[in-house]
């Protein structure tokens, strides 16, 4: 395998066109936050770290155009700084904005879409080793696929979003029993901008959090309160109870009905990248579903009977959002309003039996799995549970031909 830093997407163009009549494939790689092997290659593997940084901000369009390599942490502070923010975004930053939005990064939004849905224009290289622009206007066959484009379609070198000024949030994050957020979740869902849920198996404790945007004043977290539930809490403690259970996983229910009751009801105001994202150190594997948003309920309800009858002992909570509809070919919203049900388990923890199960359930509500989380579906499932999953494919058969970008994980869920 040969590594490469091009550091301009002219640099870039010219790794592709070589690796192309060297007869090698060619993927890029961003912070390797993905679970599965989607930036795998035996040949040429591109390390965007060289392409990074804002090229240009539009405050009349209200764009940002931002070089590929940039790492979602850095873009959110530098919007900041300029007074201008993102509308949505996932839960951690650590990514890199073409890893991101390429494999349907999402937070949760009633009105606000995934990352990938903001996208206003994208420059990619192509299979030939052209630049390619594309959007609504230019190019808007490549525009309705490329912005999640799965690494398939050729190597994202700039993305432009949409930003809006400045905003703040403020968070209200409450206890709530599983019963009362299951039977309010479409009320809950309606009335607030921004809500998601954690359940933890094992009991009937759920933790909810609304986001909403207020006219302010700011009031983050104290430093000691937030450090509290932040670190000492939501990572450090939980760290050790997830390693307790690894290593005796009989205590697993009780720990539990502990930790689910640590978090206290809490509220705070702040700017968006501060309330929508958290650190999340704790080390665990990830699979995530998208489902029509009104099955969501009925699947929560079927994993929860489903660990109360089974020998599975699962430390992790499950955490459930939401999306709008949107017209992104692979997205796993597109087309449809759209509820996420994730499940995870810890770091050096057998996966297989949860996750199983927890699959079969999914998809027989019809469930797309997040593109860069562990999943076993491929081409034949995919081109059931998308309606445009030929479209994708076939501009595909047109901008790589000869697979230039192909891996085996391409190959699975795409096919030859």
């Given at each position: ?202 009991t009937d404790n759920c933790n909810t959090k609304r986001n909403n945007r207020s006219a302010g004043p700011a009031a983050p977290p104290g430093k000691v309160s937030g450090w509290i539930e932040d670190e000492l809490l939501s990572n450090g403690l939980f760290q050790l109870a ?75 909570p499950v955490e459930v959002r939401t999306a709008p509809a949107d017209d992104i070919a692979l997205s796993t919203a597109s087309g449809r309003e759209t509820a996420y049900v994730a499940v995870h388990l810890y770091k050096g923890t057998p996966h297989r039996a949860y996750f ?61």
């Open positions: 395998m040969r590594e490469v830093s091009p550091a301009s997407a002219e640099e870039l163009a010219d790794v592709v066109r070589k690796a192309a009549s060297d007869g090698l494939r060619v993927k890029t790689v961003g912070t390797g936050h993905s679970f599965t092997s989607i930036a795998a290659t035996d040949g040429v593997l591109i390390r965007p770290g060289l392409l990074t940084g804002i090229r240009r901000i539009d405050r009349g369009a209200m764009t940002v155009t931002v070089e590929s390599g940039t790492p979602l942490k850095r873009l959110n502070v530098a919007l900041a700084r300029e007074g201008l923010s993102l509308t949505n975004m996932g839960d951690i930053m650590e990514q890199t904005v073409a890893g991101a939005t390429s494999t349907g990064t999402h937070g949760t939004g009633r009105d606000s879409a995934s990352i990938a849905a903001q996208i206003r224009e994208l420059e990619l290289v192509t299979a030939d080793g052209q630049l390619l622009t594309c959007s609504e206007k230019e190019n808007p066959e490549v525009f309705a696929a490329a912005r999640i484009g799965l690494g398939a379609l050729g190597v994202v070198t700039a993305i432009t979003f949409a930003v809006e000024p400045v905003f703040l949030l403020t968070a209200r994050e409450e206890p709530m029993t599983f019963d009362r957020v299951t039977s309010e979740f479409d009320a809950l869902h309606a009335e607030n901008e921004h809500f998601e849920f954690y359940w933890f198996p094992h997830c390693s307790v259970g690894r290593a005796v996983p009989p205590v697993i229910p009780s720990i539990a009905k502990v930790s689910s009751r640590a978090l206290s009801a809490r509220t705070y105001t702040d700017i968006p990248y501060k309330v929508f994202t958290s650190p999340r150190r704790v080390r665990f594997l990830e699979m995530e579903y998208a489902l029509p948003r009104e099955a969501a309920v009925s699947a929560l309800r079927e994993v929860k009977e489903m660990v109360e009858r089974s020998p599975l002992k699962v430390s992790f199983t199960a927890v699959e079969r359930i999914m998809t027989a509500h019809g469930g797309r799995p997040h593109w860069g989380k562990v999943h076993t579906r491929d081409a034949a499932y995919f081109s059931e549970v998308y309606p445009r999953f030929a479209e994708f494919t076939a501009l595909r058969d047109r901008l790589d031909p000869d697979r230039l970008f192909a891996n085996d994980y391409l190959r699975r869920v795409l096919g030859d």
